[in-house]
């Protein structure tokens, strides 16, 4: 069975904004959005979510990627 996978650090390398940019912007802690980033979280807030999007001006799917080759 595939999982979810977090492509945030791409989107931000991208628009070329750092960690502690997007934080300020989107208001999340560092850790968290390094955890985000990193994917090593199990969930995340629809308001996060569109807050990252509206940051980094991008869609869901931008970011979150169904990949059906990887281990859980």
Known sequence: MGKIVLRLDRMMADRKM??????EKVGVTNVNLSKLKTGKVNAIRFSTL???????K?????????????EE
């Open 18 to 23: 750092s960690l502690n940019e997007l934080s």
């Open 58 to 70: 991008c869609q869901p799917g931008d970011i979150l990627e169904y990949d059906e080759n990887a």
């Open 50 to 56: 569109e807050a990252i999007c509206d940051v980094l």
